[in-house]
């Protein structure tokens, strides 16, 4: 079983940046695909970013793309996703996600979940 734990939600204005932090335990964190996910209100959860267990491919929503940046640091156990040139859109609770594998970067292969921390984007 694995525990996931995000931190560095908040109310930022348009064009600000943030950057979000997932802790894992439980698990040999360094062994799976870490990911990023969203949902905003009254819409599906939608997949924002991943990153395979050595950190050397990523892949990201073309919404976020040059703007969103996904990290990890194996030795803390933490994955990271910078957010720059928020928008309004990019309201929503966001979740980080595990994966089954380390290499499997597909949305549909992520089966961890965190509780999720709250960005808002204000104008």
């Known amino acids: 079983q694995v525990q996931l734990v995000e931190s560095g939600g908040g109310l930022v204005q348009a064009g600000g940046s943030l950057r979000l932090s997932c802790s894992a335990s439980?698990?040999?964190?360094?062994?799976?695909?870490m990911g990023w996910f969203r949902q905003a209100p009254g819409k599906e959860r939608e997949f924002v970013a991943g990153?395979?267990?050595?950190?050397?491919?990523?892949n990201y929503a073309d919404s976020v793309t040059g703007r969103f940046t996904i990290s990890r640091d194996n030795a803390k156990n933490t994955v990271y996703l910078q957010m720059n040139g928020l928008k309004r859109e990019d309201t929503a609770v966001y979740y980080c996600?595990?994966?089954?594998?380390?290499?499997?970067?597909?949305?549909?292969?992520?089966?961890?979940w965190g509780q999720g921390t709250q960005v808002t984007v204000s104008s």
């Open positions: 990153i395979n267990w050595t950190g050397d491919r990523r």
């Open positions: 439980g698990r040999t964190f360094s062994s799976f695909a």
């Open positions: 996600a595990g994966g089954n594998t380390g290499w499997d970067l597909d949305k549909s292969a992520y089966i961890y």
